[in-house]
């Protein structure tokens, strides 16, 4: 399964990067993030930065191990998760158009097991578009944290 979501945000690139890439305060930027534990923190830059993020999936809780496997500075960084017998994969890209940023994540699933490949064909379709959905909350969960200044967490 590959899902891509974009938006456009009336905000500099690097203000879109720097919420994106805050991982550890991420919980105050998207809405369906409860929880982050960072696990492993690189000595520079987010290259290998592991963490256990919680947060609400198709109504229920779900937590899950990330890190990062690959960075272009200021640009992209790509994800790597794995569970119930399937490898996740995303992609956060942002780019400068104009005055605006276009932030875009792409998030590919994986069957690696027999169990996990029945799974995904019969539900494929409902999987697909509430992954759809829940993707395109979170960047519009930044694009409203990048265009107003303030953090969802924020009380000023």
């Not at 996740?88 to 490949?117: H, W």
Request: no cysteine; charged share 25%.
């Amino acid at each position: 399964m590959r899902v891509e979501v974009e938006v456009t945000i009336r905000a500099p690139g690097a203000r879109v990067w720097q919420l994106v890439t805050d991982i550890p305060n991420s919980v105050r930027t998207i809405s369906g993030i409860q929880k982050v534990e960072v696990l492993e923190r690189p000595p520079t830059g987010i290259l290998g930065l592991k963490w256990r993020e919680t947060r609400t999936l198709f109504g229920k809780t779900a937590t899950e191990v990330m890190w990062i496997t690959g960075v272009e500075e200021g640009s992209s960084y790509e994800t790597e998760a794995r569970s119930h017998g399937s490898v996740y994969r995303s992609e956060i890209r942002v780019s400068e158009v104009g005055d605006r940023t276009r932030l875009r994540m792409v998030f590919e699933a994986e069957a690696l097991t027999f169990g996990a490949r029945v799974f995904s064909v019969l539900l494929a379709f409902m999987i697909k578009g509430a992954t759809k959905k829940a993707l395109l909350q979170d960047l519009m969960d930044v694009k409203a944290v990048a265009e107003g200044g303030e953090t969802q967490g924020s009380t000023s």
